[in-house]
C-alpha cells in the first residue's frame, strides 16, 4: 500500500476522533482574565473605589481605609476592611464573567499607604449557598456595624473561616 495513503488516512482518522471528542466531551473551561481596566469598571458599577490589578490569575483590590474607621473602631475596623471586598456582589460577579481567575485579594491600606489588612478569597472557597449567606453578612454588616459592632463581628469570623488572611500587628494585636 501507498504510504501517502497511509499516511492520509491516518491523518482522516485523527481528525474524525478529535471532531468526536469536542462533541462527545464536556465544554471546554473558560479560563479568560479580566484586564485590570476592565476589573476596575466592575467594582467601580458596585461602587467600590479601589486600585485594581492582577497578579497572575489572582485580582488584587486595594483600598484605601478610612483613618477615623481606624481611630474609632481600632482593630475590630481593621480586621474587617478586607472582607468588605471579598465578599461583595463585584466580587462574585467577577468569579462569574471570568472563568481564570483563581481567587480575589483585598487589600486594605492606610492613606499613607501602610497595609492594615488583607484577605485572599479562592474561587471554589463558597458555593451558590455560601455566596449567598456570605452577601447577606456583609449587607447587615454595613447597614447595622456602626449601631452592632457584633455584626462586624460575624463578617469577621466568616471572613476567616473562609479566607486567607493577615492583619497588620500594628493594627491588630494578637
Known sequence: MNRSVVRRGSAALLLCAVAACD???????????????????????????ADVTLSGNVVEVRVTQDAR??????SLWARVGPYIYVFSPATKELFESW???????????????????????????????????????LGTALQEGTERPSRLDELVEWGEEHTEFRYSPEYVRE
Request: aromatic content about 2%.
Open 99 to 137: 472563568g481564570g481567575v483563581a481567587a480575589v485579594r483585598a487589600i486594605t491600606v492606610t492613606g499613607r499607604g501602610q497595609e492594615v489588612a488583607r484577605a485572599l478569597l479562592a474561587r471554589n472557597a463558597l458555593n451558590d449557598v455560601t455566596w449567598r449567606r456570605a452577601l447577606n453578612i
Open 23 to 49: 462533541r462527545i466531551m464536556p465544554e471546554r473551561q473558560d479560563l479568560s482574565l479580566p484586564s485590570a481596566e476592565e476589573a476596575t469598571q466592575l467594582y467601580e458599577r458596585h461602587g467600590i473605589e
Open 69 to 74: 474607621q481606624l481611630q474609632r473602631g481600632g
